[in-house]
């Protein structure tokens, strides 16, 4: 059983940063690709960006390149995502999954991510 948790999330205002944490517990793995989701209110799930365990080729999504950094943490099966510049539009529950595999080739989609979080609320203000 694994158990990810992601957390950092919070109220900031247009043009404000927040770095969001994410540790996966548990049965963890020693080759992993790990990705940030977000959702929307009434809005799909999208991908947000993903890096392999050693954090090598970051993968973004176009609307977040520039702006946010992923990183793996120095302990195994922890992230981090830097968020800079936020924008009202980056409002959204962010998530965080986790997918074993020892070469990494994302981006990958969400349905091809095996564990995930439960979600953190980021809402920036005008």
């Known amino acids: 059983q694994v158990h990810v948790v992601e957390s950092g999330g919070g109220l900031v205002q247009a043009g404000g940063s927040l770095r969001l944490s994410c540790a996966a517990s548990g049965r963890t793995f020693s080759y992993y690709a790990m990705g940030w989701f977000r959702q929307a209110p009434g809005k799909e799930r999208e991908f947000v960006a993903s890096?392999?365990?050693?954090?090598?080729?970051?993968d973004y999504a176009d609307s977040v390149k520039g702006r946010f950094t992923i990183s793996p943490g120095n302990a195994k099966n922890t992230l981090y995502l830097q968020m800079n510049s936020l924008k009202p539009e980056d409002t959204a529950v962010y998530y965080c999954?986790?997918?074993?595999?020892?070469?990494?080739?994302?981006?990958?989609?969400?349905?091809?991510?095996?564990?995930w979080g439960q979600g953190t609320q980021v809402t920036v203000s005008p």
């Open positions: 999954a986790a997918r074993p595999t020892t070469y990494y080739s994302g981006p990958y989609s969400a349905n091809e991510y095996d564990y």
């Open positions: 890096v392999s365990w050693n954090g090598g080729s970051p």
